[in-house]
């Protein structure tokens, strides 16, 4: 793989450190409460203003029509940056390649805009009570009516869904089978009942959502009745994979570790070496990916792999911190971004799923 930066990508490069040197925000309040929300959403516009909300979207829609290398440059650029969590993540990274591959013209001009801004900001409904990691075990409905459809049922541990203003998930629209028979719908939550769960810290990162004949218009629907299973699967690609969590964020808190790890007991500070190692490795494979899927390949179960590392990393990069810091770290963001962590090798699927799917798919290993 060529490992060099073209006199483009070095000019960006340095447009987004500038900006971001002279425009991002400390301190603003989480994101998981009233005044944190709007304080994001409007960190988000300001990005936006600026055409860096979403640099590899078409011009048409905010983006600049970026390569994927460059929205890797962006990201590892905003991360250094120390700025902050993106609340519309789960519209930008997940829902809108989705969109661009399956959305009709109509459901790309009237969602995309207002995503990239965060004026309507995205909760993913994928998990039910009894339908976590078994996705194709969920049990919520929607029935046919005149003009579109009524959702019926219950998800929960829906991600931003407590301050979102709308939400994607799948739904059984008939009997088929665990994968057939299920639709891909998006929808406004203003309509439906919103439960927010309460983390560890306290604060709703989730909710519950509970649908009691909630209407949703045919062209609320993406893809085609009955398709969804296939069309979900490309949204946890891009969970998995490329998107939510690019190699940026790990190399910033790599880099942090190591600064910690300085002077530490040599064993400590090798493992934040091997951390930071990891972290670039990560990097460079990534950097792989986006050639090729430039070059028109799809990552498809690939993705499962990068999954896990990153998940794993990111833990094995917190629980040192933690263990470097001692009694000092409760105090600290290492021990919220430490509770974070946990949930990665749960979120997306979980890594026991994802070791199923690399054995089956990626190795063509027996079941």
Known sequence: ?????????????????????????????????????????????????????????????????????????????????????????????????????????????????????????????WSEPEAGSDLAALTSRAVRTDGGWLLHGHKTWSSRAAHASHGFGLFRTSGEGRHRGLTYFLFPLRDVEVRPIAQLDGEPGFAELRFDGVFVPDSGVLGAPGEGWRIAMATTSSERGLTLRSPGRFLATADRLVELAAGADPALADRAARCWLDAEAYRLQTYAVARRIASGRDLGPAASLGKVFWSELDLRMHTLALELLGERAAATPWFDGFLFALAGPIYAGTNEIQRTIIAERVLGLPR
């Open 1 to 125: 793989m060529d490992l060099d930066f073209t006199a483009a990508e070095r000019d960006f490069r340095a447009e987004v450190r500038a900006w971001l040197a002279a425009n991002v925000p400390r301190n603003l309040p989480s994101m998981n409460t009233p005044a944190g929300f709007q304080a994001h959403r409007e960190w988000e516009a300001r990005l936006a203003d600026a055409r860096l909300s979403v640099v590899s979207w078409p011009e048409e829609y905010g983006g600049r029509g970026a390569s994927l290398v460059e929205w890797l440059i962006f990201e590892e650029e905003y991360w250094a940056a120390g700025a902050p969590g993106r609340v519309s993540q789960n519209g930008i990274f997940l829902l809108a390649p989705t969109l661009f591959a399956y959305g009709t013209e109509e459901q790309k001009a009237g969602f995309l805009p207002r995503m990239a801004r965060a004026e309507d900001v995205w909760a993913q409904a």
